[in-house]
Nanobody
């Protein structure tokens, strides 16, 4: 059974930092590219960041470049999202997912998702 479990969300003031973790099981983690997405109330789920199987190739949405860093530890079957300089507009539920095929930037390219972790940034 494939599972993804996110953790590390919470309430933080603008300008603060959070580190999200996503623990994977049920698949050979190192064989899959991983992605982070987010969904704010009333909005569609959007791509935040992606990481290749080795962790060398990184992709970011323009709105997080320079503030967020994605990384992975294949020995721990975990992908991370370090979020710095948080803004109120970063408030959303954050999800990790296994990449399957197609666009890296679209939810349709991913086949398994975690339950999400809430990030709330106060002004």
């Amino acid at each position: 059974q494939v599972q993804l479990v996110e953790s590390g969300g919470g309430l933080v003031q603008a300008g603060g930092s959070l580190r999200l973790s996503c623990a994977a099981s049920g698949r050979t983690f190192s064989s899959y590219r991983m992605g982070w997405f987010r969904q704010a109330p009333g909005k569609e789920r959007e791509f935040v960041a992606g990481v290749s199987r080795t962790g060398i190739s990184l992709l970011y949405a323009d709105f997080v470049k320079g503030r967020f860093t994605i990384s992975r530890d294949n020995a721990k079957n975990t992908v991370y999202l370090q979020m710095n300089s948080l803004k109120p507009e970063d408030t959303a539920v954050y999800y990790c997912a296994f990449y399957n095929s197609g666009s890296y930037y679209s939810t349709s390219g991913y086949d398994y998702w975690g339950q999400g972790t809430q990030v709330t940034v106060s002004s």
